[in-house]
């Protein structure tokens, strides 16, 4: 969102209070979609690293693994 929509001045006398209470909440809605959004990014960032991590050590368990059998079997 940018800031000139951010800080939209509108009008909020006795007779507008329905309609400014709905502007807030549109404003509320509109800034908890922002950092759901953030949020849901931030997460699926975190996930590609945590699948990374769970394949780097399956790769050095199975290189473990295969050089022990290397090492096993006779020249």
């Known amino acids: 969102m940018d800031d000139a929509k951010l800080w939209e001045k509108f009008a909020c006398g006795p007779g507008l209070k329905l309609e400014a209470h709905e502007r807030l909440t549109e404003v ?3 800034n908890i979609s922002d950092r759901l ?4 990014t931030l997460m699926e960032r ?3 690293r ?3 991590t769970v394949y780097g050590v399956v790769a050095v368990v199975l290189a473990t693994g295969f050089q022990s059998i290397m090492a096993a079997i006779p020249h």
Request: overall charge neutral.
């Open 46 to 48: 975190l996930e590609k």
């Open 37 to 40: 959004q953030r949020l849901e």
């Open 28 to 30: 509320h809605f509109a």
């Open 50 to 52: 945590l699948w990374l």
